[in-house]
């Protein structure tokens, strides 16, 4: 079974700092979903990564994807409260359409 | 239209109820999903249909029953549920990975119904 793992699962920062939750997985994935979900909503996509040595980027929020490392990042620059929100990541196997989540990342922006 | 939707938002209902949640999507979307949310986890797969056909079913209690009439829309009918059953159960869509000759581009999720089971 494919493992996915965040680190760290609770994040509190301060407005203005910059920051990088990991997102580890088990086994060969060829592509990386990262979602947003705000408390009490559902989740919302902000970007898939398709291939080794992808980055994308919007806004404040750069996400990575090192195939060879099963790893993936999602960095934070210069946070501000409206980023505070819980984050998952996502891969798929080639083979199928099952979706398989981190564990999630809480993260907190104190003014 | 990137949109999903999924009634009621709120269900409330007794252990002895029998009760639907409905989505519906108009992506073209051949994989739909259902999900179950517990406070502060991730989603937990429940089932995907692929091409309006049970692909994956995770070993849920046969008090979920999952149903897809067509493309565009997928049923979840609850029966005899247990207070543990209560969380938020999220619909969502995707482009069909195993047919469609290509990997879906991502999953879009509905705005979940939240589900109260007394």
């Known amino acids: 079974e494919l493992k996915v793992e965040q680190n760290p699962l609770f994040l509190s920062m301060q407005e203005g700092k910059n920051y990088t939750i990991y997102c580890n997985y088990s086994t060969t994935s060829d592509r990386l979903y990262w979602y947003r979900q705000d408390p009490g909503k559902s989740l919302e996509s902000l970007f898939v990564?398709?291939?080794?040595?992808a980055v994308k980027q919007e806004g404040r929020l750069m996400a990575s994807l090192d195939t060879k490392a099963r790893l993936s990042t999602l960095h934070i620059t210069a946070a501000v409260h409206d980023l505070s929100a819980t984050y998952f990541c996502?891969?798929?196997?080639?083979?199928?359409?099952?979706?398989?989540f981190g564990t999630g990342t809480s993260l907190t922006v104190i003014p | 239209d990137t949109e999903v939707t999924q009634t009621p938002k709120h269900l409330v209902m007794g252990m002895t109820n029998k009760k639907s949640l409905k989505c519906e999507q108009h992506m073209g979307h051949r994989a739909m999903y259902w999900y179950k949310q517990k406070a502060k986890k991730p989603p937990e797969l429940m089932f995907v249909y692929s091409y309006e056909k049970l692909s994956i079913n995770e070993s849920v209690p046969s008090r979920f029953s999952p149903e897809c009439p067509n493309s565009s829309l997928l049923n979840l009918h609850l029966h005899a549920l247990q207070p543990e059953d209560s969380a938020l159960y999220l619909c969502?869509?995707?482009?069909?990975?195993?047919?469609?000759?290509?990997?879906?581009?991502?999953?879009?999720f509905g705005p979940g119904t939240r589900l109260t089971v007394l």
């Open positions: 969502a869509s995707s482009q069909d990975r195993v047919l469609a000759g290509g990997p879906p581009d991502t999953q879009y």
């Open positions: 996502a891969v798929v196997l080639y083979t199928g359409n099952q979706f398989y």
């Open positions: 990564l398709l291939s080794n040595g």
